[in-house]
């Protein structure tokens, strides 16, 4: 659970110095930023790809194949499940209270539960704590921690310092879907060789989230999300 207690840590640094400076992040520092977080975030997702790829030139091959065949069937099921567009709508909901925290009629609660909603239907909080239970790898939630500590800053400012309080929600929700992909997922997935291709369709959906960083194109990450659970159901079947 070290990713759910270091984005924890980032929401309540981030919601401190927001009531405490009050003001904007200079552009020419969001810029630095978001190079910053993207480069990180390309590096890890290649990397964890790239280590979870191997064998011979046929099994590499295979491997590969279902690589894409899982990102565009995992895309089919979550455009069914609609995920894209609940996560839209969440993203409505927080323009609509920043903008009227912007004419001033807004309270604590909206910061609280904008946060909340933001930083909870992130598609990173479910592929972090993902990674984080399944491989013990928490850099995904390090990303995390330290984009939502950017954005806890800004809400902070708007609304006050009940966004610092969005770190306990942030905490038991991430850190329940590690402690449940540890407990029942990793062991099945160890028992049966099937944890490379999660951890390598993990690194292809970092790559695009650093894709939506850079602003390079619109990507919908959360109908991307069931392919973590299409990947090793194909390296079952095809095997």
Same mark, same amino acid.
């Given at each position: 659970?070290?990713?759910?207690?270091?984005?924890?840590?980032?929401?309540? =640094?981030?919601?401190?110095?927001?009531?405490?400076?009050?003001?904007?992040?200079?552009?020419?520092?969001?810029?630095?930023?978001?190079?910053?977080?993207?480069?990180?975030?390309?590096?890890?997702?290649?990397?964890?790809?790239?280590?979870?790829? &191997?064998?011979?030139?046929?099994?590499?091959?295979?491997?590969?194949?279902?690589?894409?065949?899982?990102?565009?069937?995992?895309? =089919?099921?979550?455009?069914?499940?609609?995920?894209?567009?609940?996560? &839209?709508?969440?993203?409505?909901?927080?323009?609509?209270?920043?903008?009227?925290?912007?004419?001033?009629?807004?309270?604590?609660?909206?910061?609280?539960?904008?946060?909340?909603?933001?930083?909870?239907?992130?598609?990173?909080?479910?592929?972090?704590?993902?990674?984080?239970?399944?491989?013990? &790898?928490?850099?995904?939630?390090?990303?995390?921690?330290?984009?939502?500590?950017?954005?806890?800053?800004?809400?902070?400012?708007?609304?006050?310092?009940?966004?610092?309080?969005?770190?306990?929600?942030?905490?038991?929700?991430?850190?329940?879907?590690?402690?449940?992909?540890?407990?029942?997922?990793?062991?099945? !997935?160890?028992?049966?060789?099937?944890?490379?291709?999660? &951890?390598?369709?993990?690194?292809?959906?970092?790559?695009?989230?650093?894709?939506?960083?850079?602003?390079?194109?619109?990507?919908?990450?959360?109908?991307?999300?069931?392919?973590?659970?299409?990947?090793?159901? !194909?390296?079952?079947?095809?095997?």
């Amino acid at each position: 659970m070290t990713g759910s207690i270091l984005n924890a840590a980032g929401i309540v =640094l981030g919601g401190i110095a927001g009531v405490t400076i009050r003001k904007p992040i200079p552009a020419g520092s969001q810029n630095f930023f978001k190079l910053a977080l993207g480069a990180v975030t390309l590096f890890i997702g290649l990397r964890l790809t790239w280590q979870s790829v &191997n064998g011979t030139a046929a099994q590499v091959g295979r491997q590969v194949l279902i690589l894409l065949l899982a990102l565009i069937l995992g895309r =089919l099921v979550g455009r069914l499940l609609q995920l894209q567009k609940v996560s &839209n709508r969440v993203g409505e909901f927080a323009r609509d209270r920043i903008a009227r925290a912007g004419e001033n009629k807004t309270a604590g609660s909206d910061g609280f539960n904008v946060a909340a909603l933001l930083f909870c239907a992130a598609p990173l909080a479910v592929l972090g704590a993902a990674q984080d239970g399944l491989a013990g &790898n928490f850099s995904p939630l390090t990303i995390k921690a330290a984009m939502d500590a950017l954005a806890a800053m800004s809400f902070a400012a708007m609304f006050g310092w009940t966004v610092a309080l969005v770190a306990l929600p942030v905490f038991v929700y991430q850190g329940t879907l590690t402690l449940m992909c540890a407990q029942y997922a990793r062991p099945f !997935l160890e028992q049966h060789q099937l944890l490379d291709p999660v &951890n390598a369709t993990s690194g292809l959906l970092m790559v695009y989230v650093a894709v939506v960083i850079f602003e390079i194109r619109k990507v919908e990450l959360a109908d991307y999300l069931p392919a973590l659970a299409v990947a090793p159901l !194909l390296a079952w079947l095809w095997r």
